[in-house]
């Protein structure tokens, strides 16, 4: 099926997810299903159904809710694992189910304990079964590179003729090499009974930092499918990073073969925002494509370069990935049609949000800062996108502290209508404002991490704060901006436990269904 259109299949809410400090709630999975259909990926793989109740329901109402992408779920070889599949995506506009087994030596001896013969007729099962509650089966052989090659062709003829239409080889633990992936990749393409009719896809791990190398690597060898996910997060070292990909292609069409994708690149900036801010992981400053320091030059040289011509040291401009100037172009005296054309140059929709709101909360930063950056509005709009019921509000804070006192924190919070406050001492400030908001709330959740990062450079940049909370055997995310580094990290405590409480209800409601 070779042609020169790569799908893109995106997995940040599958096998992203499954990496520590990944993990997200239903209502932020929508929030970036939403986001991945925006950008046009092809495929969305939602979640894996069988795993959890809350990653039924993820599947189920991405299903849904989305329109436009294929939405995906993931099944074992298990009838339980298809059937469970097929019951949460089969209200989707367009629905796949994509199932797997290990198929290397080492797998099948001593994890899944079959013989060859016992994969093959698990194999053929399962694409059956699926085949037989939908058109489009994906079928992957996990482990497919550290597999006998051999081997490969009999489990890939045995999918083709149980139906499947896409045929997926993973490097599942980073293990190949660019030469070696493309030659592997045209040894099935060539004896694959029936391999003109399916599409070949990839999904590379980047424990030896070769993922997107390998996945272009296999492009070139005639694979029409990558799975990727936003920022490249994933198990281990991580996944192959779709923006990566993207612009690789779309930087360096002709060598690839006149390939390209779908995808609309001026999303790809805004996209791995998002998912920074509701996982809580900052890009890293020197990450192709979306780091802060990706379009950066400071050498003399370069600038001068730059200054001459722009295509001297860049060879794709910032726009071209949705990436805005990061000048000053708002401030105090700008007025609401201003503020709502820059969302829209942000990716922002300013009818599908509190505009109200958004321009009330700009004011007011204008106010307190001399220079209003494009991340600092991003941070405004995707807070307001990732809220949740207030059960906690923060009303008021003040810390004293200092190298002649022990911190302490006094804090207000609005509970049920009620202002409630309560003065604590910490080993430090921030801990002083955590032991005030606990004792409030009463809460036994663990801090299991707590992170800062400048939202903007400069003397008056807005701290942007995530906390990592468990309780219950629930993990969440809290996020919180604002130019005071302390009132942002009281936000994000307090967002973290609305979180908890909200996801607990949903858990009840979940269990009354039945889920």
Same mark, same amino acid.
């Given at each position: 099926?070779?042609?020169?259109?790569?799908?893109?299949?995106?997995?940040?809410?599958?096998? !992203?997810?499954?990496?520590?400090?990944?993990?997200?709630?239903?209502?932020?999975?929508?929030?970036?299903?939403?986001?991945?259909?925006?950008? !046009? &990926?092809?495929?969305?793989?939602?979640?894996?159904?069988?795993?959890?109740?809350?990653?039924?329901?993820?599947?189920?109402?991405?299903?849904?809710?989305?329109?436009g992408?294929?939405?995906?779920?993931?099944?074992?070889?298990?009838d339980?694992?298809?059937?469970?599949?097929?019951?949460?995506?089969?209200?989707?506009?367009?629905?796949?189910?994509?199932?797997?087994?290990?198929?290397?030596?080492?797998?099948?001896?001593?994890?899944?304990?079959?013989?060859?013969?016992r994969?093959?007729?698990?194999?053929?099962?399962?694409?059956?079964?699926?085949?037989?509650?939908?058109?489009?089966?994906?079928f992957?052989?996990?482990?497919?590179?550290?597999?006998?090659?051999?081997y490969?062709?009999?489990?890939?003829?045995?999918?083709?003729k149980?139906?499947?239409?896409?045929?997926?080889?993973?490097?599942?633990?980073?293990?190949?090499?660019?030469?070696?992936?493309?030659?592997?990749?045209?040894?099935?393409?060539?004896?694959?009974?029936?391999?003109e009719?399916?599409?070949?896809?990839?999904?590379?791990?980047?424990?030896?930092?070769?993922?997107?190398?390998?996945?272009?690597?296999?492009?070139?060898?005639?694979?029409?499918?990558?799975?990727?996910?936003?920022?490249?997060?994933?198990?281990?070292?991580?996944?192959?990073?779709?923006?990566?990909?993207?612009?690789?292609?779309?930087?360096?069409?002709?060598?690839?073969?006149?390939?390209?994708?779908?995808?609309?690149?001026?999303?790809?900036?805004?996209?791995?925002?998002?998912?920074?801010?509701?996982?809580?992981?900052?890009?890293?400053?020197?990450?192709?494509?979306?780091?802060?320091?990706?379009?950066?030059?400071?050498?003399?040289?370069?600038?001068?370069?730059?200054?001459?011509?722009?295509?001297?040291?860049?060879?794709?401009?910032?726009?071209?990935?949705?990436?805005?100037?990061t000048?000053?172009?708002?401030?105090?005296?700008s007025?609401?049609?201003?503020?709502a054309?820059?969302?829209?140059?942000?990716?922002?929709?300013?009818?599908?949000?509190?505009?109200d709101?958004?321009?009330?909360?700009?004011?007011?930063?204008?106010?307190?800062?001399?220079? &209003?950056?494009?991340?600092?509005?991003?941070a405004?709009?995707?807070?307001?996108?990732?809220?949740?019921?207030?059960?906690?509000?923060?009303?008021?804070?003040?810390?004293?502290?200092?190298?002649?006192?022990?911190?302490?924190?006094? &804090?207000?919070?609005a509970?049920?209508?009620?202002s409630?406050?309560?003065?604590?001492?910490?080993?430090?400030?921030?801990?002083?404002?955590?032991?005030?908001?606990?004792?409030?709330?009463?809460?036994?959740?663990?801090?299991?991490?707590?992170?800062?990062?400048?939202?903007?450079?400069?003397?008056?940049?807005?701290?942007?704060?995530?906390?990592?909370?468990?309780?219950?055997?629930?993990?969440?995310?809290?996020?919180?901006?604002?130019?005071?580094?302390?009132?942002?990290?009281?936000?994000?405590?307090?967002?973290?436990?609305?979180?908890?409480?909200?996801?607990?209800?949903?858990?009840?409601?979940?269990?009354?269904?039945?889920?």
């Open positions: 099926m070779p042609d020169n259109r790569v799908l893109i299949f995106d997995t940040t809410l599958r096998d !992203g997810e499954q990496a520590p400090g990944c993990s997200m709630n239903l209502e932020e999975k929508v929030v970036l299903a939403r986001q991945l259909a925006k950008m !046009g &990926v092809d495929v969305i793989e939602a979640g894996f159904p069988i795993a959890s109740p809350g990653d039924f329901e993820a599947v189920r109402t991405i299903s849904e809710e989305i329109k992408p294929i939405i995906c779920g993931l099944a074992r070889t298990a339980t694992d298809i059937d469970r599949a097929w019951e949460a995506l089969q209200v989707a506009e367009r629905a796949r189910i994509h199932t797997f087994i290990a198929t290397s030596e080492i797998h099948m001896r001593d994890k899944l304990k079959m013989g060859p013969d994969v093959l007729e698990e194999v053929d099962r399962a694409v059956r079964r699926a085949h037989s509650y939908c058109e489009d089966v994906e992957s052989a996990e482990d497919a590179t550290r597999s006998d090659w051999e490969l062709v009999k489990v890939y003829n045995a999918a083709v149980a139906g499947a239409s896409t045929l997926n080889v993973p490097d599942t633990v980073g293990y190949t090499t660019p030469a070696e992936y493309a030659e592997l990749i045209r040894f099935l393409v060539e004896k694959v009974e029936g391999s009719k399916v599409r070949f896809a990839v999904h590379c791990h980047d424990d030896l930092g070769l993922s997107v190398a390998n996945s272009l690597a296999a492009i070139r060898a005639g694979a029409r499918q990558v799975e990727c996910t936003v920022n490249g997060i994933g198990e281990r070292a991580g996944n192959t990073a779709m923006e990566e990909v993207v612009m690789a292609l779309r930087t360096r069409g002709e060598f690839f073969g006149g390939c390209d994708t779908g995808i609309n690149a001026k999303e790809i900036y805004h996209s791995s925002r998002l998912l920074s801010q509701v996982i809580g992981i900052n890009v890293p400053p020197n990450k192709a494509i979306v780091g802060d320091n990706a379009f950066a030059h400071e050498a003399g040289i370069h600038q001068h370069g730059m200054l001459s011509n722009r295509l001297t040291y860049e060879i794709m401009t910032p726009e071209s990935v949705g990436r805005g100037s000048e000053l172009v708002l401030g105090k005296h007025g609401r049609h201003a503020l054309e820059r969302l829209r140059t942000l990716g922002f929709d300013p009818e599908k949000v509190d505009f709101e958004v321009f009330r909360r700009f004011k007011d930063l204008a106010d307190a800062k001399k220079t &209003v950056y494009n991340e600092d509005i991003e405004l709009v995707t807070d307001q996108l990732l809220r949740v019921v207030e059960y906690y509000k923060l009303e008021n804070l003040s810390v004293t502290t200092g190298t002649f006192v022990t911190p302490t924190a006094t &804090v207000e919070l509970v049920d209508g009620e409630l406050k309560q003065a604590a001492m910490g080993d430090g400030p921030v801990d002083a404002v955590f032991k005030a908001i606990k004792t409030i709330t009463d809460t036994q959740a663990r801090l299991l991490r707590y992170q800062v990062n400048a939202i903007t450079s400069g003397m008056d940049a807005q701290g942007e704060v995530a906390v990592t909370l468990e309780a219950d055997g629930m993990r969440v995310i809290g996020q919180g901006a604002d130019l005071d580094i302390l009132v942002a990290s009281a936000k994000a405590y307090v967002h973290a436990l609305n979180k908890l409480i909200q996801r607990r209800q949903a858990g009840d409601r979940a269990a009354l269904r039945g889920v």
